[in-house]
């Protein structure tokens, strides 16, 4: 796990506000079986340690972890 820092976390949260639209790129999760790459979801929450929290359309609400997994910003049409 990869410790964040507080400029890095005010930045997250800046990017990654609730109702956000996202994608995920890649997801270390080796007991993940919901999430593959492409999955898109609403942002729900950034937590302390900079957990992206996700509604992914799939139900799945496994989060963002920072440093090990990524997604990007979306525009759904």
Same mark, same amino acid.
């Given at each position: 796990m990869v410790n964040i820092g507080?400029?890095?976390l005010e930045i997250l949260r800046e990017k990654y506000? %609730?109702?956000t639209r996202?994608? %995920?790129?890649?997801?270390?999760?080796s007991?993940?079986?919901?999430l593959t790459p492409g999955a898109k979801g609403t942002v729900v929450s950034v937590d302390d340690i900079g957990t992206i929290h996700v509604r992914w359309d799939c139900g799945s609400s %496994?989060?963002?972890v920072y440093g090990e997994d990524s997604c990007s910003i979306v525009e759904d049409s």
């Open positions: 507080k400029k890095a506000v %609730l109702g996202v994608e %995920l790129v890649h997801m270390s999760d007991f993940n079986t919901a %496994l989060g963002v």
